[in-house]
């Protein structure tokens, strides 16, 4: 087994971190046993436990809550490699790439970086990104945002996450729905769903004119909002509260704020329509997940959702531009009056899922990857000692 080390940001479990877990099921079968580093006493390292994947504790951030200046962290970095002595490096972040791009070439270690943000780099920082000698982008909207800004261009490749078909499916036929239990409410409601972390980027406030219109045409419909603010900065934290005020002032009683949940693969099939007013997304995991359990979804047209919905005869869900949230809130109130219709565009998604999004798909593909950089490598050895022997 070729040992590869994981190497991750933050103590939360994102979408980027569930989305690597997905993989590994494959990747072990394919001869790869990752080792994780990455911050200790987190919900990720709890995940990580649970799937028997030994972990190294890292620490990005000082006593003080500040993070730890590049010089220090790799420091850091290079001795945590020395010792595990990993097969190869897989940073699996923007920012993990850019810190390990320097060490793993000071290591001599072959490195892949994950791109799995859209958000502005230096130059500086991109030649950093650069020196890793593979990288992956999980759309080709993120790939063609960074190579616009120095990305090389032949070291980066486009791989699009996936999501187990199997977990994450529609809901049987009159199966409970324990959520409604828990909202306190009829068998009659009608769910709306918006998950993810309640943050400017993922436009919360855009669904302010879906909650007026709920209030006014649709009294049996709620909104039900999943995730929080895991930023502690002034700005986020204003943002979240203004949300939560504005969203619940507008529909009182059919607006519910339920936090950060880890049981979203139960809570997803419950709903009867997911709703997306992001202004960036490289792409939304939630997406893949709610297209996987056949739900109706409206969402913006940004980043890399154009390539998970993509344009066909038979769509696979509502992409509405908007400024304001006004034809989103249009676009939702359209599917809860058309049951048939909300019905054929969820089949659409599960289809479009099954045909692009299987995790599987995106295990083989992270294998092939760890393998080609692993034979570069020993093809780029074998070239030094052909040339020491010449010499």
């Not at 419909?221 to 002034?234: R, T």
Request: with cysteine; net charge neutral; aromatic share 4%.
């Amino acid at each position: 087994m070729a040992k590869v080390a994981w190497l991750c940001e933050f103590p939360l479990a994102g979408g980027g971190d569930r989305s690597l877990l997905a993989t590994l099921g494959g990747l072990r079968r394919a001869g790869f046993e990752p080792v994780a580093l990455a911050p200790a006493g987190g919900e990720l390292a709890r995940l990580f436990q649970r799937h028997d994947v030994p972990q190294l504790p890292v620490q990005w951030i000082d006593s003080q809550g500040r993070r730890l200046a590049q010089p220090q962290a790799r420091q850091f970095l290079q001795a945590q490699l020395t010792a595990l002595r990993p097969d190869l490096l897989h940073a699996n972040s923007l920012a993990m790439a850019r810190l390990a791009g320097p060490v793993a070439t000071e290591l001599e270690l072959p490195s892949l970086g994950h791109l799995r943000d859209i958000v502005g780099l230096s130059a500086a920082a991109m030649a950093d990104v650069n020196r890793n000698a593979r990288l992956l982008a999980v759309s080709q909207a993120t790939r063609a945002f960074h190579v616009a800004q120095g990305l090389a261009l032949e070291k980066s490749f486009v791989l699009y996450n996936g999501v187990d078909l199997r977990r994450f499916r529609p809901r049987e036929p009159h199966a409970p729905r324990p959520l409604l239990s828990e909202l306190e409410l009829g068998s009659d409601a009608l769910l709306i769903g918006c998950i993810g972390q309640i943050i400017l980027r993922k436009g919360q406030e855009r669904l302010l004119p879906l909650a007026q219109r709920l209030r006014a045409d649709f009294p049996s419909a709620h909104l039900v909002i999943i995730g929080d603010c895991p930023s502690q900065k002034a700005e986020s934290r204003a943002f979240d509260a203004q949300v939560r005020r504005d969203l619940t002032a507008a529909a009182p009683g059919q607006v519910h704020f339920l936090g950060r949940r880890d049981d979203v693969e139960t809570l997803l099939p419950q709903l009867d329509l997911l709703v997306h007013p992001a202004r960036q997304e490289p792409l939304g995991r939630v997406l893949l997940e709610a297209a996987a359990c056949g739900l109706p979804i409206v969402a913006t047209p940004v980043g890399g959702t154009r390539e998970i919905f993509a344009e066909s005869a038979d769509p696979s869900a509502l992409l509405i531009d908007t400024a304001d949230g006004s034809e989103l809130a249009a676009a939702v109130a359209r599917l809860l009056d058309d049951p048939d219709g909300r019905t054929r565009l969820g089949g659409a998604a599960r289809r479009r899922a099954e045909s692009v999004f299987d995790v599987e798909r995106a295990a083989t593909g992270l294998a092939t990857h760890y393998a080609e950089v692993l034979a570069l490598d020993r093809e780029a050895d074998g070239r030094a000692r052909r040339q020491g022997l010449e010499s």
